[in-house]
């Protein structure tokens, strides 16, 4: 079968011309719209660079604004740092002075326990509750008040230091919270477009849940310096009373010491002085007693020399009754030999009374003097004690300033 051939299209001059002129009008719109768009992206592409550099310039300012900001407060923290750290070292300094008055109390309190202990060892009539066994357990009793306030303190103090050296972390850490942040936005505000790291990252534009406003930021660090200026504060304060509390319970101690020392002094000198009137008066007896054995050997000689007189008269008499009859006579030999016996007679009882009464004397003088020995003993003994153990045991407190 044939092929056929179709004939093109055949277009008038009027069409190619119109044509033409489409294309022409349609070119210059496009032209001109793209002329447009050239001269708007360049506007705007300088714009936006002005912008952007407006912008940098602005989060320049912004980094030094913060940067200003951190170093102030650094500053500050800094500045609280020293104070609250020089007073940690100074409380820690007066702790140590309550820990040392404390240890300072031990021997004192043992001297003076072991002076009552002591003066149990007194005897008889000397156990007496004295002066100085008064000013002794008044010193007991001061210096365990002064131990237990000196505890108190202690712990006192204790907590004091606690709390400093909380501040004094907390200050630590919010400095070194600043020192942190404080590289990272000089690190960040040295950054140039043409520095090298630099990297997209996606989704960092964006406000992070845990971060805290700049009012929380400053409120953070100026509660933390305000904190640690009241511990500080409280710290004084403290380091003052304390200072007080060691010159009263040091004073207290140095006077009842002083008061305990003289009720010793003036004891030893009264028991001295009465075993010296003891030994005085001992010393009398015994040459009393001495005497009285003298007389009592006396009137034993003069009794004994009665005996003969009185044989002599009664031998006289009885060889009398021998007169034969009418010379047994009542004559005055007969009556002046009655006379005699009844005269020696008595004599010798007289004689014998007052022997009695020597030798009565004399048991109740060895008795006397017994018990003046004995109280003379009791006397030294308690000189010994007194003199001896507890003021020799005295003589090392040293009760100086805490």
Not at 74 to 91: A, M, R, S
């Amino acid at each position: 079968m044939a092929k056929v051939v179709q004939t093109p299209q055949r277009f008038t001059h009027e069409e190619w011309t119109r044509s033409n002129l489409t294309k022409y009008a349609n070119a210059e719109v496009e032209r001109q719209a793209a002329e447009r768009l050239v001269d708007e992206s360049k506007r705007y592409a300088d714009e936006t660079e002005k912008r952007t550099e407006k912008t940098q310039r602005d989060v320049s300012k912004k980094f030094q604004q913060r940067l200003d900001d951190i170093r102030y407060w650094k500053k500050e923290l800094d500045d609280k740092l020293e104070g609250i750290t020089t007073e940690v070292d100074n409380l820690l300094a007066f702790q140590n002075r309550v820990e040392k008055a404390l240890e300072a109390t031990d021997e004192p309190l043992h001297i003076a326990q072991r002076c009552l202990a002591n003066r149990e060892q007194r005897l008889g009539i000397d156990l007496v509750h004295d002066d100085a066994q008064k000013e002794l357990i008044k010193e007991v009793e001061t210096i365990e008040g002064v131990r237990a306030l000196l505890k108190r303190t202690l712990d006192q103090t204790g907590e004091q230091v606690r709390l400093n050296r909380k501040s004094k972390y907390r200050l630590e850490k919010d400095l070194k919270d600043k020192f942190q942040a404080q590289s990272i936005d000089e690190y960040l505000e040295n950054l140039k477009n043409n520095s090298s790291g630099l990297q997209f990252k996606d989704g960092v534009a964006k406000i992070d849940p845990n971060s805290v406003t700049p009012d929380e930021w400053q409120d953070f660090s100026n509660e933390n310096i305000e904190s640690a200026e009241r511990e500080r504060q409280s710290s004084v304060e403290l380091r003052s009373l304390v200072d007080g509390i060691l010159q009263s319970t040091a004073n207290d101690m140095q006077k009842q010491c002083g008061e305990v020392n003289l009720a010793f002094t003036k004891r030893i000198a009264e028991t001295k002085d009465t075993k010296g009137k003891l030994e005085d008066h001992l010393n009398k007896v015994l040459s009393q007693i001495r005497e009285m054995e003298e007389n009592i050997s006396q009137l034993k000689k003069s009794i004994a020399d009665k005996e003969q007189p009185l044989k002599l008269a009664q031998t006289r008499l009885n060889t009398r009754t021998e007169r034969p009859n009418v010379e047994l006579c009542r004559d005055t030999v007969q009556y002046r030999l009655i006379e005699e016996v009844s005269e020696i007679e008595t004599s010798v009882a007289g004689l014998q009374h007052r022997l009695d009464q020597s030798q009565n004397s004399l048991k109740g003088l060895v008795r006397n003097q017994l018990e003046l020995e004995e109280d003379i003993e009791v006397k030294a003994n308690t000189i010994f004690v007194d003199e001896v153990e507890c003021m020799g045991m005295r003589k090392s407190i040293n009760i100086e300033k805490f």
